[in-house]
Nanobody, 123 residues
Framework: QVQLVESGGGLVQAGGSLRLSCSAS????????MGWFRQAPGKEREFVSA????????YYADSVKGRFTISRDNAKKSVYLQMNSLKPEDTAVYYC????????????????WGQGTQVTVSS
């Protein structure tokens, strides 16, 4: 069982930056693929980014490519999402997720989810 806790959300002006963190419990964090998803009001949850256990491979949604950077620190059992050049359309609840089945854009690939952290970007 893995418990995930996100932090770092908040209110920021367009063009600003935020860094989200996700801390995990459990002893085998490095074996999990980790992903970030987001859900805007009235919309379905969507894939943002993911990174494999070793941290050597990552993927991004086209909408965030070049602005967001995912990273992980296996010693700290944490994954991060550095978000730069934020836009109002990035406003959403951001969720961290862990997968025992590699990484991908599909929600059902991920076994464990955090409670989410709100990111609000004002124009």
């Amino acid at each position: 069982q893995v418990q995930l806790v996100e932090s770092g959300g908040g209110l920021v002006q367009a063009g600003g930056s935020l860094r989200l963190s996700c801390s995990a419990s459990g002893r085998t964090f490095s074996s999990y693929g980790m992903g970030w998803f987001r859900q805007a009001p009235g919309k379905e949850r969507e894939f943002v980014s993911a990174i494999i256990g070793s941290g050597s491979v990552s993927y991004y949604a086209d909408s965030v490519k070049g602005r967001f950077t995912i990273s992980r620190d296996n010693a700290k059992k944490s994954v991060y999402l550095q978000m730069n050049s934020l836009k109002p359309e990035d406003t959403a609840v951001y969720y961290c997720a862990a997968s025992t089945k590699g990484i991908g854009i599909e929600e059902n690939r991920y076994d464990y989810w955090g409670q989410g952290t709100q990111v609000t970007v004002s124009s």
